[in-house]
């Protein structure tokens, strides 16, 4: 059986739920190598010093917090509810979700101030309580462990405070959003004494990989042949061309152009360079940015 080596980092994640998939794969696509979780507690890392540690979510930030392991993987949310003292690193860019407000389909509540004197279930209290002093809304929050989305079913409250992302639980059960509280997406969190211990270089080596493969997944690798008169109209579009290269296996007088292009101006510049006579154009994604 596998121990947990000292030396090595300690990389809570959610044992089963939203983002453990997606966290998983992200890892994955960062290099670590390691045995599949099921029924694991734990998995020791083939190709790096990193243990991954797989407990509950709503632990994760206090485990992090005392030193319990070094690192965790963990919705923003957790962290409004938790007020944990932990060092956040990075966004991770996956695991998008909002906690909103949320009553039946047929509520008379329409607003807002009609929550005043209601009742409101939820098992993010903290978040809650400050969203309403913060509109002066008088209700009553109440408490509960789990499955929010039955509680104004079963009489419990008249509206809910509850995290959703595809929206299918909501609608699942006959509930529309009222007002949203905040967004929240998956995060890097680390104990403030990694940061400066023994463990520091490969937190360093870690977050490295972690941005490698996030500042990848904002851009795309295009190539394309074009005319060598076309050049100057080109550079105009893609400012941080690299040089052309003129390769045998170009036509005389065309020339090889490759560019990384950001995400957000991928299909204005694919458009205008289709516009500008570029008759094929090669997309390629791009797997790690290593700055
Ligand atoms: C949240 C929330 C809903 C679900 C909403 O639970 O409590 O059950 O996700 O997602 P949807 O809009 O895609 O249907 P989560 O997976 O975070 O579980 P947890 O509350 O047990 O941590
Ligand atoms: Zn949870």
């Known amino acids: 059986m596998n121990t947990l080596k000292n030396g090595n980092l300690k990389l809570a994640v959610q044992k089963e739920g939203r983002l453990t998939d997606e966290t998983l794969e992200f890892l994955c696509k960062c290099g670590f190598e390691f045995e599949s979780r099921k029924p694991r507690l734990f998995s020791t890392c083939r190709n790096f010093p990193l243990e991954i540690i797989y407990v509950r979510d709503d632990d994760i930030p206090r485990y992090v917090g005392e030193g319990i392991v070094d690192l965790g993987i963990v919705g923003q949310n957790l962290l409004y509810e938790q007020k944990a003292k932990v060092k956040k690193l990075l966004n991770l860019r996956y695991g998008f979700c909002s906690l909103v407000i949320a009553v039946p389909k047929e509520s008379l509540i329409k607003k807002l101030e009609d929550l005043k004197g209601k009742k409101v279930a939820t098992t993010y209290p903290v978040s809650t309580k400050a969203f309403l002093k913060k509109w002066k809304i008088q209700a009553e929050i109440v408490e509960i462990s789990g499955s929010a989305e039955i509680a104004p079913a079963l009489g419990v409250c008249s509206a809910i405070v509850d995290l959703t992302s595809s929206g299918s639980t909501l609608a699942l059960n006959d509930l529309r959003i009222l007002t949203s509280i905040y967004d929240s997406e998956a995060v890097c969190i680390a104990n403030e004494k990694v940061l400066v211990n023994g463990k520091k270089d490969f937190l360093k080596q870690l977050v490295t990989r ?57 299909w204005k510049t694919v458009e205008t360079l289709k516009q500008k006579g570029v008759p094929e154009i090669y997309v390629l994604p791009i797997e790690k940015i290593v700055t």
Not at 251 to 258: C, F, L, R
């Open 210 to 266: 972690f941005k490698a493969v996030l500042s990848a997944k904002n851009y795309k690798y295009i190539m394309f042949s074009a005319s060598q008169n076309l050049l100057p109209k080109l550079k105009k579009i893609i400012p941080n061309m690299k040089p052309p290269i003129i390769s045998p296996f170009t036509k005389v007088g065309w020339v090889t152009i490759s560019s990384v292009i950001k995400e957000d101006f991928f």
